[in-house]
C-alpha cells in the first residue's frame, strides 16, 4: 500500500518523468529529502520500475511500420525470444496461434533500414521462417480500455 503522498508523486512522474527532486518537493510542499527517500522506497518496492520516453506523433508517423510473422523452432523459442527483445526496433512481439509462432511489429527510419531489419531476424538462430507486411497506412488505432 503506497500513501496518498506517493500517489501523488506518481501523478507528477507520469506527467514528466523528467521532473526535478526540487520541482517535485515544491509542488508536494515536501523537503527534496524527503521525495528522495519516497522516490528510492518506490523503486525499491518495485512501484517504480523505470522511467521512459514518450515518443511524438509526428515522429512514429515518420517510421517504415511492418508485421512480421515468425516461424520458430520450438526448442529455441526462449532464446529467439530474448534475441528478438534485444533488437530496439521491435516495438512489440506478441505469441499467436497458427502456422506461425510469433508476430513483430517493426519500425523502422526507412525502407532500407526494414530490409536489413527483416534479414537480421531471418537470420536468428531458432527462425525457421518470416513473412513480413509493411503497414501503409493506419486507417484507424484505439486505446486499449
Do not use: C
Not at 532464446?79 to 502456422?99: D, M, V
Request: hydrophobic content about 40%; aromatic content about 4%.
Amino acid at each position: 500500500m503506497i500513501s496518498k503522498e506517493d500517489e501523488k508523486l506518481l501523478a507528477l512522474l507520469q506527467k514528466d518523468a523528467r521532473a526535478s527532486i526540487s520541482d517535485l518537493a515544491r509542488a508536494l510542499s515536501l523537503s527534496r529529502a524527503t521525495v528522495q527517500n519516497r522516490l528510492q522506497k518506490l523503486q525499491e518496492t518495485g512501484v517504480i520500475k523505470g522511467y521512459t520516453v514518450e515518443v511524438g506523433e509526428s515522429w512514429l508517423a515518420s517510421l517504415v511500420a511492418a508485421h512480421v510473422s515468425i516461424k520458430v523452432k520450438q526448442k529455441l523459442t526462449a532464446r529467439t525470444n530474448n534475441e528478438l527483445k534485444q533488437i530496439p526496433q521491435i516495438a512489440a512481439l506478441y505469441a499467436i496461434s497458427g502456422e506461425y509462432d510469433l508476430i513483430a511489429i517493426v519500425q523502422a527510419q526507412s525502407t532500407e533500414q526494414l530490409s536489413h531489419l527483416l534479414d537480421d531476424i531471418g537470420n536468428l538462430e531458432g527462425v525457421e521462417r518470416t513473412t513480413s507486411s509493411v503497414i501503409l497506412e493506419t486507417k484507424f488505432k484505439r486505446q486499449a480500455f
